[in-house]
Nanobody, 115 residues
Framework: QVQLVESGGGLVQAGGSLRLSCAAS????????LGWYRQAPGKQRELVAA???????NYADSVKGRFTISRDSAKNTVYLQMNSLKPEDTAVYYC?????????WGQGTQVTVSS
């Protein structure tokens, strides 16, 4: 059973920073890709950033230059460093891990950015 446990969310003022963490129950290299998604109230869940097994990264246009995805294989953890946060970044952030056609999700962590 794959478990993904997110942490690091909270309330921050616009312009501030947060770092989200997602700890996996097994080796992160057992997954083809790891990613962060977010869902704001009344909106669809959207991809924020992803990193593949080979280390390639992909970002939503709205976060390019502000967010950075990274991983620590020794800790089986993937991170999302979020800088220059904006009120529109407010959402529940979910960690995702893909293994073939199967996707696994964390429970989500709330990020609220006040103006």
């Amino acid at each position: 059973q794959v478990q993904l446990v997110e942490s690091g969310g909270g309330l921050v003022q616009a312009g501030g920073s947060l770092r989200l963490s997602c700890a996996a129950s097994g080796s992160i290299f057992s997954f083809g890709a790891l990613g962060w998604y977010r869902q704001a109230p009344g909106k669809q869940r959207e991809l924020v950033a992803a990193i593949t097994n080979s280390g390639s990264t992909n970002y939503a246009d709205s976060v390019k230059g502000r967010f950075t995805i990274s991983r620590d294989s020794a800790k089986n953890t993937v991170y999302l460093q979020m800088n220059s946060l904006k009120p529109e970044d407010t959402a529940v952030y979910y960690c995702n891990a893909q293994r073939g056609f199967v996707g696994y999700w964390g429970q989500g962590t709330q990020v609220t950015v006040s103006s």
